[in-house]
Nanobody
């Protein structure tokens, strides 16, 4: 079992920035993939960003972004702390939602919620115009 704890959500005005954090309780061979999803009530969770690192070479990192956030959001990790971050810049009202981090990747697309076994409780991001 892996526990994920997110933090950093807040209310900001359009154009502002936030940094979300996701701390994992322990490392496993299945959580060398971590992702951020967001969800608005009444919709499915949408993959926002993912990060993958090779277990044999943890410095070999691959990141992917949804088209809607590319160039504005950055996902990165602090290996020593076991924490993944999502730096969000130039926030827009459409970025509003509950943001969740996920790990325990089972395979397939990294932007599909069902591909992940472990989830955090979520942190709310609200962007006003």
């Amino acid at each position: 079992q892996v526990q994920l704890v997110e933090s950093g959500g807040d209310s900001v005005q359009a154009g502002g920035s936030l940094r979300l954090s996701c701390a994992a309780s322990r490392r496993t061979n299945s959580n060398n993939v971590m992702a951020w999803f967001r969800q608005v009530p009444g919709t499915e969770r949408e993959g926002v960003a993912s990060i993958y690192w090779r277990i044999s070479d943890p410095k070999d990192v691959t990141t992917n972004y949804a088209t809607s956030v590319e160039g504005r959001f950055t996902i990165f990790r602090d290996r020593a702390k076991g924490t993944v971050y999502l730096q969000m810049n130039s926030l827009q009202p459409e970025d509003t939602g509950m943001y969740y981090c996920a790990t325990g990747f089972r395979g397939g697309s990294m932007f599909v919620a069902d591909a992940y076994e472990y989830w955090g409780q979520g942190t709310q991001v609200t962007v006003s115009s």
